[in-house]
C-alpha cells in the first residue's frame, strides 16, 4: 500500500502514486519556441464523432456556406458533443474518410473548403456570467461543442451535470500533463494561466462552490505552477481561490483516478465514477475553453497541440484549427519519414499510430510525435513471459497485467473481466517495463474490443428476440381476436338458426290450432 509522502509547496497532504514508471521526459525541446497559430490548411475535415458518446448529427448539407463558429452537427444523445466550424467556407462533402483511431477506421466526417476570410458567426458573450444559474452555465458550454481535451473526450457537460444525490465537494483541475514530449497544457498553463483560473471559478461555482478546488501540477512544471498562483492573486473573484498543488513527477500520475488519489488519498471503485465520491476532475484545456466558451460565446473550434520528435525539423507548440489534416502540420515542421520510427497523435505511452496522413486533428489532439530510430527503436520479437512480476508492480491501477494476458491469449474474456480488465487505463507502463517484450497494452486493448463487440451482438440478439417475441405475441392475440371473432359469430349464427326454428315451430303450432 502507498503512503502518505510528502507535502505539496501550500502543506497540502498528497500521495503517493501507486506503481507508475519514470520514463525520459523530453519536455524541454517543444517549449524553446513561442506559440504559434497554424496556418490554415486546403481543407478541414471534421469527424462527426472527437468525443465518447454517440456521433454528432450533421446540420448541413453539401454546398452550404458556413462561418467560423457555426454549428454544423448537433450532439445526437445525452452523451454527445455538438461540433463546430472552425473556419469560414464551403461544405464541399459529408461522407466517411479516414480518422485517428487504433484500428485505422474510417468515419463520417464533414469537409469544408475554407474561403481564406476566416468570417465568424456573431457571438454572444456574457460580462456578468457570474451571475448565471447552473442550468444556464451547462447549456452553454454544451452548446460549445466541448469535451475533454487531455484524454478520452467526455462531453464536458455531462461530467458537469452529477446527479442530485451526489454532492460534489471537490472539484480537482487536472494540469499534470504526465506523458512524455507533451507540453501543450503547460504552455496553456504558462500563457493563458488567467483563463484557467477564470475556468476553475466558473467550475466552482457550476458545481455549487466545493469545499476544496485543487489544481494539479507535476513537479516539472514549475513557471506553470507559478504563473497559476500568480493568477490567482490577480484574480478579482475571491469566492474561489484554488489551490495550485505541485507532487513528484511520475507516469501516469495524469489519469484521473491516479489523481484523485494522489490528491486526495480516495480511490474511485472499479465500476463507479469520481462524482460517487463527492469529486469532479477537469482537464486545464477544458477549464480555459468553458470559460471562453461562457465569456464569449466561442465555440471549441481550435486547440494547443505539441509538435515534438527528431522527426521533425522544427519542434514547437502550435494552435491549430480543428479538422487539420496532419499531412498539412508535417509539411510546415519538416517531417523527416526517413528518420521516423514511429508517428503517433498522443505521447510515446498512449499514443495511437497514425495510419492515413489525410486524417485530420480533434478535440483531444493534443500531440503529434514523430519519434526517431534512435528515441524509439522497433521492438524485439515478443518472446515467452517469464513471470518476473514487474508489470503488477508498475500497474497504477492494481492489476495483474500477467494474468490478464493469459485471458487476453486464450480469449476467455469472462475471466479476463473478472480480473476487472475494464480499469485498465491503456497507460502502457506494463508493457514499457516487460523484459520478455510483450506488447501487453495491444493484448489488453483488443481484449476489449472484443468484449465491447460481444456485448453489441448481445444487446443485437437480445432486441431481436424481443421484436420475435412481441411479433409472436402479436400473431398470437390477432390469431385469438380472430378465433374469438369467429366463434361469436358462430354462436350468433346459431343463436339466429335457433331463432328461426323455434319461430318456425311456433307458427306450425298456431297453424294447427287454426286448421282445428
Request: charged share 20%.
Amino acid at each position: 500500500m502507498s503512503q502518505l509522502i510528502a507535502r505539496s509547496r501550500d502543506q497540502r497532504k498528497i500521495w503517493a502514486l501507486p506503481g507508475g514508471i519514470h520514463p525520459a521526459e523530453n519536455k524541454q525541446r517543444s517549449l524553446q519556441q513561442p506559440l504559434v497559430d497554424l496556418p490554415l490548411p486546403e481543407t478541414i475535415i471534421l469527424p462527426l464523432s472527437q468525443h465518447i458518446g454517440a456521433p454528432a448529427k450533421p446540420l448541413v448539407k453539401v454546398g452550404d456556406q458556413v462561418l467560423t463558429g457555426q454549428p454544423v452537427a448537433e450532439a445526437a444523445g445525452a452523451i454527445s458533443a455538438a461540433v463546430h466550424a472552425s473556419t469560414s467556407g464551403t461544405v464541399v462533402a459529408i461522407e466517411e474518410r479516414p480518422i485517428i483511431h487504433a484500428s485505422g477506421m474510417r468515419a463520417p466526417c464533414i469537409e469544408i473548403e475554407p474561403d481564406g476570410r476566416d468570417q465568424w458567426v456573431p457571438l454572444q458573450g456574457c460580462e456578468d456570467y457570474r451571475e448565471l444559474d447552473a442550468s444556464t452555465l451547462l447549456e452553454k458550454i454544451r452548446a460549445a461543442g466541448i469535451a475533454g481535451m487531455g484524454g478520452a473526450g467526455f462531453p464536458a457537460a455531462v461530467k458537469l451535470n452529477p446527479r442530485p444525490e451526489q454532492r460534489i465537494h471537490t472539484l480537482i483541475i487536472n494540469g499534470t500533463e504526465c506523458e512524455p514530449y507533451i507540453t501543450a497544457d503547460d504552455t496553456l498553463m504558462q500563457r493563458y494561466a488567467d483563463e484557467v483560473i477564470a475556468g476553475t471559478q466558473l467550475l466552482a461555482q457550476l458545481l455549487h462552490f466545493p469545499q476544496q478546488v485543487l489544481i494539479g501540477v507535476e513537479d516539472n512544471k514549475p513557471a506553470a505552477a507559478e504563473a497559476l498562483r500568480q493568477a490567482i492573486e490577480r484574480s478579482e473573484c475571491k469566492k474561489v481561490l484554488p489551490e495550485v498543488v505541485e507532487f513528484p513527477t511520475k507516469y501516469p500520475s495524469g489519469g484521473e483516478k491516479q489523481l484523485i488519489y494522489i490528491l486526495t488519498g480516495q480511490e474511485v471503485p472499479s465500476g463507479a465514477l469520481p462524482a460517487s465520491l463527492g469529486i469532479v476532475c477537469q482537464n486545464v484545456g477544458s477549464t480555459a475553453a468553458i470559460y471562453r466558451a461562457v465569456r464569449y460565446g466561442e465555440p471549441l473550434t481550435s486547440r494547443i497541440t505539441t509538435v515534438a520528435g527528431n522527426g521533425f525539423e522544427l519542434e514547437r507548440n502550435v494552435r491549430v484549427r480543428l479538422g487539420t489534416p496532419v499531412k498539412h502540420l508535417l509539411y510546415l515542421h519538416g517531417y523527416k519519414a526517413d528518420m521516423t520510427s514511429r508517428l503517433v497523435i498522443g505521447g510515446p505511452m498512449m499514443g495511437v499510430a497514425i495510419a492515413d496522413m489525410d486524417a485530420p486533428l480533434v478535440k483531444t489532439s493534443n500531440c503529434v510525435l514523430a519519434l526517431g530510430h534512435s528515441e524509439q527503436p522497433l521492438p524485439p520479437p515478443a518472446q515467452a513471459c517469464i513471470r518476473c512480476g514487474q508489470c503488477a508492480s508498475v500497474c497504477p491501477a492494481g492489476l495483474l497485467p500477467q494474468q490478464l494476458y493469459w485471458y487476453a491469449q486464450s480469449q476467455d474474456y469472462e475471466r479476463i473481466q473478472a480480473h476487472n480488465l475494464a480499469d485498465c487505463i491503456e497507460c502502457g507502463s506494463c508493457s514499457f517495463v516487460c523484459p520478455s517484450s510483450i506488447p501487453l497494452v495491444q493484448y489488453f486493448r483488443a481484449s476489449k474490443g472484443a468484449i465491447r463487440q460481444q456485448a453489441q451482438e448481445k444487446i443485437k440478439s437480445d432486441r431481436s428476440r424481443e421484436r420475435f417475441e412481441a411479433r409472436k405475441a402479436r400473431i398470437e392475440a390477432e390469431e385469438a381476436e380472430k378465433e374469438a371473432k369467429r366463434l361469436a359469430r358462430k354462436a350468433a349464427a346459431n343463436a339466429k338458426k335457433k331463432a328461426a326454428q323455434e319461430a318456425a315451430a311456433e307458427k306450425g303450432v298456431a297453424a294447427d290450432a287454426e286448421s282445428r
